[in-house]
């Protein structure tokens, strides 16, 4: 499995910015399908983002479409989430997520190999 370790949490008030960053281990990182997903307290697990092996597709939910940019840099082996006109109901903890042997995006969290443990982003109203 591929070890992933969010950072870059934290309070930020509303229509702020924060950019969350998932550190991998693993030589194949270039071939991970990388995502972003969050929950709410309360609520399930949703999918924010996801980029392919290079960066050069990606999928975003329709509420972070305008708003959210996943990026990766795979000199690094991080993926990136940054986060722009944030509003309090995208306070949640903010997972990355790795998916192997495909280079098919996939919003399906079901679908993905590896979790990290999460970072808390909240927005208060």
């Known amino acids: 499995q591929v070890q992933l370790v969010e950072s870059g949490g934290g309070l930020v008030q509303a229509g702020g910015s924060l950019r969350v960053s998932c550190a991998a281990s693993?030589?194949?990182?270039?071939?991970?399908?990388m995502g972003w997903f969050r929950q709410a307290p309360g609520k399930e697990r949703e999918f924010v983002a996801a980029?392919?092996?290079?960066?050069?597709?990606?999928e975003y939910a329709d509420f972070a479409k305008d708003r959210f940019t996943i990026s990766r840099d795979n000199t690094k082996n991080t993926v990136y989430l940054q986060m722009n006109s944030l509003k309090p109901e995208d306070t949640a903890v903010y997972y990355c997520?790795?998916?192997?042997?495909?280079?098919?995006?996939?919003?399906?969290?079901?679908?993905?190999?590896?979790w990290g443990q999460g970072t808390q982003v909240t927005v208060p109203s």
């Open positions: 997520a790795a998916k192997t042997g495909t280079y098919y995006l996939t919003m399906v969290d079901s679908e993905y190999d590896s």
């Open positions: 693993g030589r194949t990182f270039s071939r991970y399908i």
């Open positions: 980029i392919g092996w290079s960066g050069g597709t990606t």
